[in-house]
């Protein structure tokens, strides 16, 4: 399995995007890696559309340190997820260790909020290009695109190329 023996934390909150949680959860688990679903602190968090996610734990019972990549989903989870400090911090963290950091459509919001991608070529979701610049970001507009160990995206119809570039990201990583 590609990515047998590595961690994913994927964050979660109310008002996720169902394919931008569920896509990349799902193809990183049948890539064989373990992967973890955490938020503030709910047990279980409702998307847009109504569908839950279980969460394992509330995000202050993970360390960073034992994780070796993030994956920050949009829809609007991710203003929710931007107010919470531990939050932030885990994310600053994984960034400081030079983790993989996978966000999508809106995700980076949590990114720009965490302060970790001034200087940073990346993407989203057009709407929130202006919050990344004023963050210090270099937006540019492609569907996916890879800055080192920042995979970022811009809505569903990216997500098969946002989940091969994190897992060839993350095998990377590995030699």
């Known amino acids: 399995m590609e990515l047998q023996g590595q961690?994913?934390?994927v964050l979660a909150e109310n008002d996720y995007e169902d394919l931008e949680l569920w896509y990349p959860k799902l193809r990183l688990i049948e890539a064989g890696a373990r992967v973890t679903v955490a938020g503030p602190g709910e047990a279980e968090y409702r998307s847009k559309h109504g569908y839950p996610a279980r969460t394992d734990g509330a995000i202050t019972a993970f360390n960073a340190a034992d994780f070796d990549a993030l994956v920050v989903p949009g829809g609007w989870a991710p203003d929710r997820l931007r107010r919470y400090e531990a939050i932030l911090q885990f994310t600053r963290d994984m960034n400081s260790r030079g983790a993989v950091i996978a966000?999508?459509?809106?995700?980076?919001w949590v990114l720009a909020s965490a302060d970790v991608v001034r200087g940073r070529r990346l993407t989203s979701v057009p709407a929130i290009k202006d919050d990344l610049k004023n963050a210090g970001a270099i937006w540019v507009d492609e569907p996916c695109v890879v800055d080192g160990t920042l995979v970022t995206a811009q809505v569903p119809k990216d997500l098969p190329d946002f989940c091969r570039e994190i897992i060839s990201v993350m095998q990377s990583r590995r030699r």
């Open 103 to 108: 966000a999508i459509c809106h995700a980076g």
């Open 7 to 9: 961690r994913v934390l």
